[in-house]
């Protein structure tokens, strides 16, 4: 069985991680934040001080950490897993990032005979705790069916979608869909309020038909409840957001609703909640109700 290292345990990776120890697989882990290591050394990982040695004994590395610039870090900066990693391994990124420096990265990696693959996901905290996630993942079909084991420990659907760099075009995609469904599930609730409706009751008559989506089913009712704690925060879903739109511009391609979901949560963030849940773009849309 593969030797795994994993590289970022924040709300995604640690329960991610979590479930390739509990399917048998030996990790290693590392995290800026050292302290965060404990609970997946109790369940018993491995920690390394620093991503080139979470990668020197490891046939598949994992990173799943906050933006590009942090991947480029952990994997080619000082102390980097480029300088502990074994020729022929693979370096799988979880992370959602630009498809450019993605494709940048595995350039870098292939030249000391290491292959990437993008494999970003979908399906927030949840699905990382149940092992359900969806996985798109960008690479050699090879390499993605040699990590088949690895991957559907953490997911419930691994879509190979193309040659690197396409799983993060993949997951952006992803993300234009959940930023404006969840735009129309605020303004649902919103106008369901203001009518004298219970949004509960009109998520419940709605969820099941045309009209259903995950966000409605279970960003709606938090919504409805005043529920803003993150499943998956403000400050991570524009970052996701700014990527989608930087890369929309190199092809000239308008992106015309996903720009003003991307107005209404800088509006939050300018309110302080930019680590609250997405369904907090409700609060900014209610703003403009006041």
Same mark, same amino acid.
């Given at each position: 069985?593969?030797?795994?290292?994993?590289?970022?345990?924040?709300?995604?990776?640690?329960?991610?991680?979590?479930?390739?120890?509990?399917?048998?697989?030996?990790?290693?882990?590392?995290?800026?934040? &050292?302290? #965060? @290591?404990?609970?997946? =050394? /109790? *369940?018993?990982?491995?920690?390394?001080?620093?991503?080139?040695?979470?990668?020197?004994?490891a046939d598949i590395i994992i990173t799943i950490v906050s933006d590009s610039p942090d991947v480029e870090q952990v994997i080619l900066g000082e102390n980097g897993v480029i300088h502990g990693v074994k020729s022929g391994s693979v370096v799988i990124d979880m992370s959602t990032i630009s498809p450019a420096v993605t494709r940048k990265i595995a350039a870098v990696?292939?030249?000391?005979?290491?292959?990437?693959?993008?494999?970003?996901?979908?399906?927030g905290d949840t699905g990382a705790k149940a092992g359900t996630l969806a996985i798109m993942v960008g690479g050699d079909k090879k390499i993605v069916e040699r990590c088949l084991p690895?991957?559907?420990? &953490?997911? #419930? @659907?691994?879509?190979? =979608? /193309? *040659?690197?760099?396409?799983?993060?075009?993949?997951?952006?995609?992803?993300?234009?869909?959940?930023?404006?469904?969840?735009?129309a599930v605020c303004e649902a609730v919103l106008f369901a309020k203001r009518a004298g409706v219970d949004p509960k009751t009109m998520i419940e008559a709605t969820k099941?038909?045309?009209?259903?989506?995950?966000?409605?089913?279970?960003?709606?009712?938090?919504?409805?409840?005043?529920?803003?704690?993150?499943?998956f925060m403000i400050d991570l879903q524009q970052k996701d957001l700014r990527l989608a739109l930087e890369t929309a511009r190199e092809s000239l391609t308008p992106l015309p609703a996903l720009s003003l979901v991307h107005q209404l949560f800088?509006?939050?963030?300018?309110?302080?909640?930019?680590?609250?849940?997405?369904?907090?773009?409700?609060?900014?849309?209610?703003?403009l109700a006041e």
């Open positions: 069985m593969s030797k795994i290292g994993f590289i970022g345990l924040g709300i995604m990776g640690t329960p991610m991680c979590l479930n390739l120890l509990k399917n048998g697989f030996e990790v290693t882990v590392y995290n800026r934040t &050292m302290s #965060k @290591t404990q609970k997946l =050394v /109790g *369940a018993g990982a491995k920690a390394a001080e620093t991503p080139t040695l979470a990668a020197a004994n990696l292939k030249a000391k005979n290491v292959h990437m693959l993008d494999a970003p996901v979908s399906g690895v991957l559907n420990a &953490m997911g #419930k @659907t691994v879509t190979h =979608v /193309g *040659a690197n760099g396409m799983g993060q075009t993949v997951k952006l995609c992803n993300q234009i869909l959940v930023s404006i469904t969840n735009m099941n038909g045309a009209a259903g989506s995950w966000q409605l089913a279970n960003l709606g009712p938090k919504m409805a409840d005043g529920d803003f704690a993150p499943g800088t509006g939050c963030q300018t309110h302080g909640e930019g680590s609250e849940g997405t369904q907090a773009l409700f609060k900014s849309l209610q703003r």
